[in-house]
């Protein structure tokens, strides 16, 4: 799996992760289980909904400095 999530991408997804879930714990609400799902992508650094669509937030060619460390993706 060649990373398609920047480091924007990334940052945004774990916020929006944790805060789905505590919104769960909050509420006592099954939708905090959902924030599992932006957290996972964020951590593994690839969306598999991305990947059909072509899409990739990594920059140009995936090496934004940002994404896989440097730029070293894929070589």
């Keep these: 799996m ?8 990334r940052a945004l997804r774990i916020l929006l992760g944790l805060g789905l879930i505590a919104y769960g714990i909050v509420n006592h609400s099954w ?15 690839f969306c598999p909904l991305y990947a059909p669509l072509g899409i990739s937030t990594c920059g140009k060619g995936g090496n934004d400095g940002g994404c ?4 070293k993706c894929g070589s």
Aim: charged share 10%; hydrophobic share 45%.
């Design 2 to 9: 060649k990373p398609n999530i920047g480091t924007i991408d």
């Design 31 to 45: 939708l905090g289980a959902i924030g599992a799902v932006p957290l996972l992508t964020a951590f593994i650094r």
């Design 68 to 71: 896989c460390g440097g730029g």
